[in-house]
């Protein structure tokens, strides 16, 4: 109905030298919240999957819509004061003006984009390499990331992969926009006996629930102070959880026996200057228990517009 309003708008317009025509521009990228999206908790739960506790609120929207049409329409009343704006269902923007103030609509949108906007597109991978292989990924036990070039370290991974010495476990491509907190998360689930209950004389087992695996969870966000170079930060949190198996038991009197994982997270972070084409980040997770080292191999890709 929206749509057809502002048809019967711009009919109702009057004529001008140059006509008027209903241009619809996407803003919801604009006018949405950034949000933060934690990743599931790693170790020992209480039968539901529970995610990490998140810091960051939800940021305000780069503009909110009121100020947005505001903005555009001080912008082409230089150029046609009989323009109109109006925010329509779904995130759009509907102008109806010439050309030359369409112009600069779309002008101004793309200049707001390139300047706070932009998405980065991370693709994680998970290596299981020999111990020896390590210097051919630029770590070691003492360096736990570097950040080499990206087509040595393809390389490395297909010459290992024809070897049949690599294990590689690769997480869905993930679009990330600056400022908000997005996460990777290539995990396994397995139950365990925590505990027994004894219900009118009957010894029912409690069952828990452990997560192993990789969360990484990251963030791309403008150099925070003036002694860094001018562009954008990837900030990163790997966590890697473990347990040996078979679990180790232990009696519960005449009940049974319960289960007592060793579970060991080890947590890794860092902080990579993005140039405008693409970064490689190679962080050592720690071993397995088959001696084989655990690599997070973080791929990124962007901004694109």
Not at 144 to 163: G, W, Y
């Amino acid at each position: 109905m929206k749509i057809v309003a502002l048809l019967v708008l711009l009919f109702a317009l009057p004529v001008c030298a140059q006509e008027r025509y209903l241009e619809l521009y996407e803003i919801g990228d604009l006018i949405r919240p950034v949000r933060h999206f934690p990743g599931p908790k790693l170790g020992l739960d209480q039968g539901e999957v529970t995610f990490e506790e998140n810091e960051d609120e939800d940021d305000d929207p780069l503009f909110t819509a009121d100020r947005l049409v505001e903005l555009i329409e001080q912008l082409i009343a230089k150029h046609d004061s009989d323009a109109h704006v109006q925010i329509i269902s779904g995130g759009s923007l509907a102008v109806i003006a010439d050309t030359k103030a369409q112009r600069s609509v779309g002008q101004l949108l793309r200049g707001v984009r390139d300047e706070k906007s932009g998405i980065y597109s991370i693709n994680a991978q998970i290596v299981a390499v020999p111990r020896d292989a390590l210097e051919r990924f630029h770590v070691s036990a003492e360096q736990a990331t570097a950040t080499p070039d990206s087509k040595e370290i393809h390389a490395t991974i297909r010459d290992l992969t024809v070897a049949n010495k690599v294990q590689l476990l690769t997480a869905p491509r993930l679009a990330v926009l600056p400022k908000e907190t997005a996460s990777v998360s290539m995990t396994n689930q397995m139950a365990y006996v925590a505990d027994y209950e004894l219900k009118d004389a009957v010894v029912d087992p409690v069952i828990s629930t452990l997560t192993l695996g990789t969360t990484l969870q990251l963030m791309v966000k403008q150099t925070p102070s003036a002694k860094e170079p001018v562009g954008n930060l990837l900030e990163w949190t790997a966590k890697r959880a473990t347990a040996p198996l078979p679990f180790p038991t232990a009696k519960v009197g005449d009940l049974g026996e319960i289960q007592l994982p060793e579970v060991s997270i080890r947590t890794t972070t860092g902080r990579t200057l993005l140039g405008d084409s693409q970064c490689l980040v190679v962080a050592n997770l720690g071993s397995d228990e088959a001696g084989q080292c655990e690599l997070l191999i973080v791929h990124v890709e962007g901004p694109h517009r």
